[in-house]
T-cell receptor, first 116, second 114 residues
Framework: DGGITQSPKYLFRKEGQNVTLSCEQN?????MYWYRQDPGQGLRLIYY???????QKGDIAEGYSVSREKKESFPLTVTSAQKNPTAFYLC???????????????FGPGTRLTVL | QKEVEQDPGPLSVPEGAIVSLNCTYS??????FMWYRQYSRKGPELLMY????GNKEDGRFTAQVDKSSKYISLFIRDSQPSDSATYLC??????????????FGGGTRVLVKP
């Protein structure tokens, strides 16, 4: 089955700790994205990557970091600098879009992060 | 003010009714308009995708875009309990620099009662 997997499904963190959320895809997509979803606020883009070893900040990158060492993987680290990290985190992937038509973003099942 | 506004609901309808959802936006550069469906604790899935103005129909779903009013709509005919979900609108500019970046509305929660 082709798709996107995220792990873990639920994650609990103590204040002051860094945590890393996993995102893997076997769709052979070049582009990958991380979103944060809070109640009533829709999805907000944290980081995105259109090619291995390259990534760009989204609208709310502060307190987060990413890496893209492999095409299939795009892990997100939530650092202690993120002031309000409790949220639902969604990873997505798509074929590369360098402007023009929209290329569908396929979403993973999400990771719910709770800071204790 | 958010770039894309969407009533959070919940919108409760009886089974078989027409569900009417909408979003307003402020950025006139948006050219691509999407509707995603998200079941509870799941990732969103694309329902409909429209370019510029006009209507698009797919089965029980109809998407409308009115760029002059900066207003988009999604209609669900003959609604079923399985349509109960949160519906998110999303938009994209036609600009190489923006890549595939989407701007989402906050989502409307829909409940279809048997």
């Amino acid at each position: 089955d082709g798709g996107i997997t995220q792990s873990p499904k639920y994650l609990f963190r103590k204040e002051g700790q860094n945590v890393t959320l996993s995102c893997e895809q076997n769709l052979n997509h070049d582009a990958m994205y991380w979103y944060r979803q809070d109640p009533g606020q829709g999805l907000r883009l944290i980081y995105y990557s259109q090619i291995v070893n390259d990534f760009q900040k989204g609208d709310i990158a502060e307190g987060y970091s990413v890496s893209r060492e492999k095409k299939e993987s795009f892990p997100l680290t939530v650092t202690s600098a993120q002031k309000n990290p409790t949220a639902f985190y969604l990873c997505a992937s798509s074929i590369v879009a360098r402007g023009g038509p929209y290329n569908e973003q396929f979403f993973g099942p999400g990771t719910r992060l709770t800071v204790l | 003010q958010k770039e894309v506004e969407q009533d959070p609901g919940p919108l409760s309808v009886p089974e078989g009714a027409i569900v009417s959802l909408n979003c307003t936006y402020s950025n006139s550069a948006f050219q691509y308009f999407m509707w995603y469906r998200q079941y509870s604790r799941k990732g969103p899935e694309l329902l409909m995708y429209t370019y510029s103005s006009g209507n698009k129909e797919d089965g029980r779903f109809t998407a409308q875009v009115d760029k002059s009013s900066k207003y988009i709509s999604l209609f669900i005919r003959d609604s079923q309990p399985s349509d109960s979900a949160t519906y998110l609108c999303a938009m994209k500019v036609d600009d190489k620099a923006a890549g595939n970046k989407l701007t989402f509305g906050g989502g409307t929660r829909v409940l279809v009662k048997p």
